[in-house]
């Protein structure tokens, strides 16, 4: 299942959570800085499957995921927080 991520580099830190958590290694670290001084994570080309997992562990909440089938919610364990695994258009 073919899926795809979304990361606001200009709101990311840079913290790598997503770099370590992906498991098929589609998300780096940028070596060129946003606007507030961060080298924000970057997807890359790679065999994305949509798991959402990078949404899930981003403090910052602003990774979107894709994945070509049905809408799935993801839930995250915190109080009414969850991210939502979108169908890709």
Known sequence: MAGKIIINSERCKGC????ISCP?????ISKSSNENGYFPAQSKQGD???C???GIVCPEAI???Y???NIVEVKT??????NLVK???
Request: aromatic share 0%; hydrophobic share 25%.
């Open 16 to 19: 790598g959570l997503c770099v």
């Open 24 to 28: 098929k290694g589609c998300i780096v």
């Open 52 to 54: 959402g997992v990078c």
């Open 87 to 89: 169908e890709k258009a």
């Open 77 to 82: 364990g915190s109080k009414n927080k969850s």
């Open 63 to 65: 990774i979107e995921v």
């Open 67 to 69: 994945r070509d089938s």
């Open 48 to 50: 994305c499957t949509g």
